[in-house]
T-cell receptor, first 113, second 115 residues
Framework: DAKTTQPPSMDCAEGRAANLPCNHS???????VYWYRQIHSQGPQYIIH???NNETNEMASLIITEDRKSSTLILPHATLRDTAVYYC??????????????FGTGTLLAVQP | GAGVSQSPRYKVAKRGQDVALRCDPI?????LFWYQQALGQGPEFLTY????????KSGLPSDRFFAERPEGSVSTLKIQRTQQEDSAVYLC?????????????FGQGTRLTVV
């Protein structure tokens, strides 16, 4: 699975959009980009994933550059409850004997009141 | 149940003691994972089950770590002769399918402290 690079921490004002970047310059054509987050003392929670098209769901939007070497997770109106560590993970579509997710250290997003 | 349930939530063990951590996945979920999360780090993969079959145990750090899922539902992670470096949060996750993408649901974890 391709390696990802994320900033260790970011701040965002409550009510504003939070834009979390992720670099994955070695991504290959069959690898998806997944985002999970982990709120303090909880297990990770799935947010969104995509291959090459931009994706949106009720939680967030995922913007993937045309060359697929980087992506941005957008939380449109951050709230204090969005304070968490956000993980960007790149992997092939699930299949075969193992389906593990490989987490890095992620980005700690602190939403400020 | 509504989600993945892990017990106990907290466990303190004396060095050398054996411990058993339990995971109740979402009913009907085929895939089950165990992860270890040290303080300030992301979760690290330990092992993977598809139904009762343990298909990947490449992340188990030593032969003191053992996991089982005998009937393809509840899983137990056992650590023998615990050491201080085993102190971590142990997370369990389940997925509905074994193939193709479906969302992984995580439990809240068991915090193990070895003293």
């Amino acid at each position: 699975d391709a390696k990802t690079t994320q900033p260790p921490s970011m701040d965002c004002a409550e009510g504003r959009a939070a834009n979390l970047p992720c670099n994955h310059s070695t991504i290959s054509g069959n690898e998806y980009v997944y985002w999970y987050r982990q709120i303090h003392s909880q297990g990770p929670q799935y947010i969104i994933h995509g291959l090459k098209n931009n994706e949106t769901n009720e939680m967030a939007s995922l913007i993937i550059t045309e060359d697929r070497k980087s992506s941005t997770l957008i939380l449109p109106h951050a709230t204090l409850r969005d304070t968490a560590v956000y993980y960007c993970i790149v992997r092939v579509t699930y299949g075969g004997a193992t389906n593990k997710l490989i987490f890095g250290t992620g980005t700690l997003l602190a939403v400020q009141p | 149940g509504a989600g993945v349930s892990q017990s106990p939530r907290y466990k303190v063990a004396k060095r050398g003691q054996d411990v058993a951590l339990r995971c109740d996945p979402i009913s009907g979920h085929v895939s089950l994972f165990w992860y270890q999360q040290a303080l300030g780090q992301g979760p690290e993969f330990l092992t993977y089950f598809q139904n009762e079959a343990q298909l990947d145990k490449s992340g188990l750090p030593s032969d003191r770590f053992f996991a089982e899922r005998p009937e393809g539902s509840v899983s137990t992670l056992k650590i023998q002769r615990t050491q201080q470096e085993d102190s971590a949060v142990y997370l369990c996750a389940s997925r509905r399918t074994g193939e193709g993408y479906t969302e992984a649901f995580f439990g809240q974890g068991t915090r193990l402290t070895v003293v």
